[in-house]
């Protein structure tokens, strides 16, 4: 979360909105991203889970990134799973979400799914153009 916080520091953005999965792993995402954002002045303005028993039904995908299309903040940190990223991706294309105005930026479920998903659909590929993420790095040792 460090670098995601880096990324909006660089681009003076002050307020995201968080997308998560409301369970452990992505709660204690967002706790670590807001920590590091308060780090360089920005926050987390809006937070919203999606429940992972219902694993982000496209009705529960629908109604949250339509409250997410009324706030102020346009920079979204999606940090969930990838079924549910990739639907969440796929309903914010529906919506327009996804073109000048939004930001979108995944957490590292982002990479592993562009590793792990070849080849994608074209309906795949389209829902994530423009999409911003960050891959793990560990220095050769």
């Known amino acids: 979360m460090s670098a ?7 681009y003076n953005w002050k307020n995201v909105i968080s ?32 429940s992972p028993a219902q694993g982000g039904s496209r009705d529960d995908i629908m109604k949250i990134l339509v409250q997410v299309a009324m706030m102020e903040s346009r920079i ?20 327009q979400m996804m ?9 590292d479920w982002f990479s592993t799914a562009l590793d792990s998903l070849s080849p994608l659909s074209k309906e795949t590929v389209a829902s994530m153009q423009g999409v911003l993420t960050l891959r793990q790095h560990t220095i050769d040792s």
């Open 99 to 107: 073109g000048d105005g939004y930001v979108w930026i995944a957490t």
């Open 4 to 10: 995601v916080a880096e990324l909006v520091e660089c």
């Open 76 to 95: 979204i940190v999606l940090h969930t799973y990838q079924t549910t990223g990739l639907e969440v991706l796929s309903v914010a294309q529906y919506l």
């Open 19 to 50: 997308i998560f999965i409301d369970e452990d792993h992505g709660r204690n995402g967002v706790a670590a991203l807001g920590d590091k954002l308060a780090e360089k002045r920005c926050k987390i303005s809006y937070k919203v889970g999606i």
